[in-house]
């Protein structure tokens, strides 16, 4: 039976065939709707000749490229997770992730082959010392396995790895949170789908919209806002690389960019910069912030030089992203504060699992059809973050009397400052 990820893609090649649904301004190329299913189909093939089948896990570490969209989709139609990683993982980091998961291969971007083949040696040293052998060394993916570029590698990994992941889950992305290992967050096709309709809302997003992807799609705020929610609502994306105040401006010149989702530190370093005349008055309807908390000067001079309102929200990998969101204008939008739910409910919550009222500070319980049903094979952990539904995200904070919330720690500090 298809996933609503194959589903999604066989429908918009019907209609949209033709229509580019992505850019990637580093070397002018472009990719239609119909041609990221082709290449969709083709590389989930060469997979499922690699030994790829449902229910197992397979790692993707790669920058934002058109190879990464084509071999995350790829991944789901084989029925299996994708498990994007972060590109900055030191090997051992990396190992953790593969053992956790027992992976059946990873999709390895060649900059990053070198750290996959420590832990390739490490996987066979284990092997030999417990008699059972060695595997294969990591081999390019036949045909190439690439749209625009060549050099990304599949290795295999573990061939014993238990389908004991919930049915249609679509991915598990680690985060680190704030003690012990990372935790694999288990999150389904429609976790993630639900969340993009919520985003679509909250930011009033169209087929009319480009978007400009500067943060990693290894990371739950880059996938789900800037590669997940555009397919969805049929805009165009454009890849501009890794991060730069000069190709950032000429990109948005050159591909009448309506909007782009950065951090705090982006909005700094632009300013610092200086806004180059177009940036004064170019196409973009809003910019977003998430991630950490902008500070009011900045966000008051980028919004006075650009005349472009910047839009705060919170998000947690567990949500898939986009918990709250200020509003667009003309709705209010209140600095220092990550604005209101759109999808999911929100309550703040005391020691004792109460609903306190607004003005008071606790800890901030999610529910929705974003929400996560748990971490990866750590039941003791997934038990301890629910109650009767509402996931315990260990954020601090206080709604206003306009259902607006604002964010001021961790629960962990909380408790230490108490």
């Known amino acids: 039976m298809k996933n609503r990820f194959e589903i999604l893609l066989e429908r918009l090649a019907r209609e949209k065939g033709d229509t580019v649904f992505l850019y990637d301004a580093r070397n002018h190329g472009s990719m239609t709707y119909r041609k990221l299913l082709e290449e969709v189909r083709r590389v989930s093939r060469?997979?499922?000749?690699?030994?790829?089948k449902k229910g197992d896990r397979v790692l993707l570490m790669m920058d934002n490229s058109p190879d990464f969209a084509v071999d995350y989709f790829a991944v789901t139609f084989c029925q299996a997770a994708a498990v994007p990683v972060n590109t900055n993982l030191k090997w051992r980091e990396l190992l953790y992730i593969m053992e956790d998961t027992r992976a059946a291969g990873i999709l390895v971007q060649g900059d990053y082959r070198e750290r996959c083949m420590e832990c390739r040696k490490e996987l066979n040293?284990?092997?030999?010392?417990?008699?059972?052998?060695?595997?294969?060394?990591?081999?390019?993916?036949?045909?190439?396995?690439?749209?625009?570029?060549?050099?990304?590698?599949?290795?295999?990994?573990?061939?014993?790895?238990?389908?004991?992941?919930?049915?249609?889950?679509?991915m598990l992305l680690y985060t680190s949170g704030t003690t012990g290992h990372p935790k694999g967050v288990i999150l389904s096709f429609d976790n993630l789908l639900a969340k993009t309709q919520d985003i679509i809302k909250a930011h009033r997003l169209s087929a009319a919209d480009r978007v400009l992807c500067v943060l990693p799609w290894f990371h739950i705020n880059g996938l789900v806002i800037t590669l997940l929610t555009p397919l969805v609502s049929e805009q165009t994306i454009v890849i501009g690389g890794k991060f730069s105040v000069s190709r950032f401006w000429n990109y948005v010149e050159e591909y009448g960019i309506t909007w782009f989702s950065g951090v705090p530190t982006m909005y700094s370093h632009m300013l610092a910069r200086g806004i180059p005349d177009y940036g004064k008055h170019s196409n973009l309807r809003f910019a977003r912030s998430a991630s950490s908390a902008l500070p009011g000067a900045v966000l008051r001079e980028f919004e006075e030089t650009c005349h472009?309102?910047?839009?705060?929200?919170?998000?947690?990998?567990?949500?898939?992203?986009?918990?709250?969101?200020?509003?667009?204008?003309?709705?209010?939008h209140k600095v220092n504060s990550v604005g209101l739910p759109y999808g999911n409910e929100i309550r703040i919550v005391n020691s004792r699992g109460e609903t306190l009222p607004p003005g008071e500070t606790g800890e901030v319980w999610i529910r929705g059809e974003n929400v996560t049903c748990g971490y990866y094979h750590r039941p003791e952990e997934t038990k301890k973050s629910f109650t009767e539904g509402w996931f315990h995200s260990g954020d601090v904070g206080y709604l206003d009397d306009e259902g607006y919330l604002f964010l001021n720690g961790r629960i962990k500090e909380l408790i230490n400052r108490a």
């Open 46 to 52: 060469i997979l499922r000749d690699a030994g790829v």
């Open 125 to 170: 040293r284990q092997e030999t010392e417990n008699g059972t052998g060695s595997r294969s060394e990591i081999q390019e993916i036949p045909e190439g396995g690439s749209f625009f570029q060549p050099g990304i590698f599949y290795q295999p990994l573990f061939c014993d790895g238990a389908a004991d992941l919930p049915e249609h889950t679509a």
């Open 308 to 332: 472009v309102p910047v839009i705060e929200s919170y998000g947690i990998t567990e949500g898939c992203a986009q918990i709250t969101s200020n509003p667009l204008p003309p709705a209010a």
